[in-house]
T-cell receptor
C-alpha cells in the first residue's frame, strides 16, 4: 500500500512563475515530512522539511505547507528557475519508518 | 569529503548469481540505509542500521542481507539474484535515525538481473 502519494507524475511551468508540487499521505502517525530533489544519475538531495507541529516552513525560494487535517503537503517554488528542473520526492516519517512518494518531474521552461 | 560513495555504479547479473553492493560514508553518521527505486514506486527501504552493530528490516527486505561492517560501511548482499531485483539501489546515511535528520544519499547502483 502506498502511504505517500504524489498524484502528478509531471509538472511544467514557465521560468519566473510559481511551481506547486503536491503530496498526500494516509498514515496519521507520520510526524515529520521532507522534500528531496533528484537529478538524473544522482542520488536524491535534501531540500526542505517540516515537523507536524508546524504548518509552514520557508527556506529562500522554497516553502513547504502542511495541512494535517487533509493529510496533505505541498512544496512551493517561487520564482521557478530552469535549474529547478528535476524529480521531486516527498517523504514522511513515523519513528524509523520513512516512506517516499513516487516523485513528480518538474520542468521549468526558459 | 566524499559524502556517501557506492560501488559499483552499474552491474548486470544472471538469475541466481550473487553480489554485494558496497556503501561507505565519511560524515561520521550513526545511521545508514539501503533503498531501491523502481519506476512509479518512489524509494522503498530495504534495510537500515540505526547504529554500528545493529540492523533492521525495512519495507522490502526479502531476498537481501546486510552487514554493518563498521561505522563507515554498510553493505547489501543479494544471495541469489532474481529479475524482480532489477532496480536502482541507493545507500544513505543520517546523523541519528530518521526523525528530524536529513539523509544524505549516494549516487546509486543500477542493477539489471537477466
Amino acid at each position: 500500500d502506498q502511504q505517500v502519494k504524489q498524484n502528478s507524475p509531471s509538472l511544467s511551468v514557465q521560468e519566473g512563475r510559481i511551481s506547486i508540487l503536491n503530496c498526500d499521505y494516509t498514515n496519521s502517525m507520520f510526524d515529520y515530512f521532507l522534500w528531496y530533489k533528484k537529478y538524473p544519475a544522482e542520488g536524491p538531495t535534501f531540500l526542505i522539511s517540516i515537523s507536524s507541529i508546524k504548518d509552514k516552513n520557508e527556506d529562500g525560494r522554497f516553502t513547504v505547507f502542511l495541512n494535517k487535517s487533509a493529510k496533505h503537503l505541498s512544496l512551493h517554488i517561487v520564482p521557478s528557475q530552469p535549474g529547478d528542473s528535476a524529480v521531486y520526492f516527498c517523504a514522511a516519517i513515523s519513528g524509523n519508518d520513512m516512506r517516499f512518494g513516487a516523485g513528480t518531474r518538474l520542468t521549468v521552461k526558459p | 569529503n566524499a559524502g556517501v560513495t557506492q560501488t559499483p555504479k552499474f552491474q548486470v547479473l544472471k538469475t541466481g548469481q550473487s553480489m554485494t553492493l558496497q556503501c561507505a560514508q565519511d560524515m561520521n553518521h550513526n545511521s545508514m540505509y539501503w533503498y531501491r527505486q523502481d519506476p512509479g514506486m518512489g524509494l522503498r527501504l530495504i534495510y537500515y542500521s540505526a547504529s554500528e552493530g545493529t540492523t533492521d528490516k525495512g519495507e522490502v527486505p526479502n531476498g537481501y542481507n546486510v552487514s554493518r561492517l563498521n561505522k563507515r560501511e554498510f553493505s547489501l548482499r543479494l544471495e541469489s539474484a532474481a529479475p524482480s531485483q532489477t532496480s536502482v539501489y541507493f545507500c544513505a546515511s543520517s546523523a541519528s535515525g530518521t526523525s528530524g535528520y536529513e539523509q544524505y544519499f549516494g549516487p546509486g547502483t543500477r542493477l539489471t538481473v537477466t
